[in-house]
């Protein structure tokens, strides 16, 4: 009997102690210049890993040996990682930095000025190659509305579109 409470307590232990990864993004568009604000929230321990796998080198975010060139494969690895379709147009989105909280990085992207009519499209594939069980999170604040539109992408599922109504 003392085998199977100590086996339960270290199941339990086990299981409060999984990690869980997950991202999520924020879109919102400014009411008065029209562009697109993105904010993006990753674990930055789960980023390095596919960082350095993606561009075949190490990294700390934590305690950058040159933080420009941080800052450049930050932005070259969540560019070629993230997009947003408007009306089947892709929009360019401009990396413009990230900054640490904590256990994650908020990292910062805006496009030039789009009209949204109903829907947009959006492919998130950040850590998914590195991460099966990766799961991220997109919410959509459109325009005129405080409630968000959300999708859950990961692998199998990386693209998917949120529209205004119903």
Avoid: C
């Amino acid at each position: 009997m003392q085998h199977l409470s100590t086996a339960l307590i270290y199941l339990g232990w086990l299981v409060s102690f999984h990690p869980f990864f997950i991202s999520l993004t924020e879109i919102r568009q400014n009411p008065n210049s029209k562009n697109l604000e993105v904010a993006q929230k990753i674990f930055w321990d789960d980023l390095e890993g596919s960082l350095s796998k993606y561009h075949n080198e190490p990294f700390d975010i934590l305690n950058p040996k040159d933080e420009k060139n941080l800052n450049d494969k930050i932005g070259s690895y969540l560019t070629n990682h993230f997009e947003i379709w408007v009306d089947g147009k892709k929009v360019k989105l401009n990396y413009l930095g990230f900054e640490v909280e904590e256990d994650a990085i908020w990292a910062y992207f805006e496009s030039t000025p789009v009209s949204i009519s109903n829907q947009i499209e959006v492919r998130n594939s950040i850590l998914l190659q590195e991460i099966e069980s990766q799961q991220n999170i997109v919410h959509m604040y459109f325009p005129g509305n405080s409630t968000p539109r959300s999708l859950l992408l990961g692998n199998g599922e990386e693209r998917g579109v949120l529209t205004l109504k119903n």
